[in-house]
Structure formats: C-alpha cells, structure tokens
C-alpha cells in the first residue's frame, strides 16, 4: 500500500470522517469550505495520528498549517522525513 493511501485510510480511521478514503483526493484541501471541511479538533487529531502511525513530529504551528494542506503535503513531509 502507498503512502499517500496509508494517509487517507489514517484520517479517515482516527478522525472518523463521513466520506470513503476513495472520496478523498490527494490534492484537495483538508480545511475550509473548499475542502474536506475540517477544522481546528481535526488539525489537533490528525497531528497526534501523524505522529503514532508516521513517527512526524509537527511542533511548529506556521509548519503545521503547510503540512496539512492536503495528503500531498502531509506525504512529503514523511518522505523529506525519510519517514516513508
């Protein structure tokens, strides 16, 4: 399984999202009305859900808001980790 699914399927588990992992896309935003629509409960989830299956620690709030963004970033800041 690739990294970018083994994300999807993580935030759907520990953030118990109402859509199917196939229903997120790799590109589209996480948070706000243009995206997925999480919000500030889900970043704090999903920090902790990165960090216990991904081993990324994301301490830097300015950092955090990059990472985020979408399953592609939140992928490459695994694999620049040399998490993956």
């Known amino acids: 399984m690739n ?3 083994r994300i999807k399927e ?3 588990s520990e953030l118990m999202l109402e859509i199917s992992v196939d229903e997120i ?3 589209v935003l996480l948070f706000g009305p243009d995206g ?3 919000d500030s409960v889900d970043a704090l ?3 902790v859900a990165i960090e216990k299956h991904f081993k990324l620690k994301i301490s830097d709030q300015s950092k955090a808001r990059e990472i985020l963004m979408n399953v ?3 992928a490459k800041a695994i694999e ?4 993956a």
């Open 72 to 74: 592609e970033s939140i």
């Open 36 to 38: 997925i629509g999480l």
């Open 3 to 5: 990294l970018r699914q």
């Open 45 to 47: 989830q999903l920090v």
């Open 25 to 27: 896309g790799d590109e």
């Open 10 to 12: 993580v935030m759907a």
């Open 80 to 83: 620049e980790a040399g998490l």
